[in-house]
């Protein structure tokens, strides 16, 4: 029963994970792209958490926590340099 469910949870989150690849392709600004990335980590992580539960192995909670670290610190470093971008556009 359990099993079927997590089938399930992996399908919709294959759906979401092929709707942010098409905002990442179609995307009008930069920021929608960055939004897109994170998205698709983050339903990456779902995704890892499911085999997880399905294989009965917690090994895999280590890549989800080195994802989660590298999702975090890329979202921040272009957050941050789109900010400083469009600061000087507006200074000049």
């Not at 905002?23 to 958490?49: N, Q």
């Amino acid at each position: 029963m359990i099993s079927t469910a997590i089938y399930i949870v992996i399908g919709i989150l294959l759906l979401a994970m092929v709707l942010s690849v098409a905002r990442l392709v179609k995307g009008p600004s930069t920021s929608d792209r960055i939004v897109s990335l994170d998205m698709i980590g983050s339903v990456l992580i779902g995704i890892i958490i499911c085999l997880s539960i399905i294989k009965d192995n917690s090994i895999y909670l280590d890549a989800i926590l080195i994802i989660s670290l590298i999702l975090f610190v890329g979202t921040v470093a272009m957050s941050k340099y789109l900010t400083e971008n469009v600061s000087k556009k507006w200074k000049s």
